[in-house]
C-alpha cells in the first residue's frame, strides 16, 4: 500500500491552520479582548445594542416661523400656477 507523504509547505500550512488560532486566542486574552466577540465583529454576526432614540424637537423660534410660513405660501403658489398651466395645456 503506498503511503502518502505531506510536503515540507502542506506541513506548514497544517501547523499555520493550528497554530494561529490559538495564538491568537492567547493573544487576545493576554491584552484583555473577548476573542470570540472579535471574530463574530469581523463576520457581521456580532448584534448591534438596541439603543432608543429619544429625539425632542425643539419649539421653533420667530425666524423658523417666519420661513415656514414663506415655504407654505410659495407651496400654494406653485400649485395655483401648476394647476393654471394644466388648464391652459389641456385647452
Do not use: H
Not at 432608543?52 to 420661513?67: G, V
Not at 415656514?68 to 401648476?82: C, P, S, T, V, Y
Amino acid at each position: 500500500m503506498p503511503r502518502t507523504r505531506l510536503t515540507v509547505f502542506s506541513r506548514f500550512i497544517l501547523f499555520l491552520l493550528i497554530a494561529l488560532p490559538i495564538v491568537y486566542v492567547a493573544a487576545a486574552l493576554f491584552n484583555g479582548e473577548d476573542p470570540v466577540a472579535n471574530v463574530k465583529g469581523w463576520l457581521g454576526m456580532d448584534e448591534p445594542e438596541p439603543r432608543e432614540e429619544n429625539y425632542e424637537i425643539p419649539p421653533p423660534d420667530d425666524q423658523q416661523q417666519e420661513q415656514l410660513q414663506d415655504l407654505r405660501m410659495e407651496n400654494e403658489r406653485l400649485k395655483l400656477e401648476l394647476e393654471r398651466c394644466r388648464t391652459e395645456q389641456s385647452s
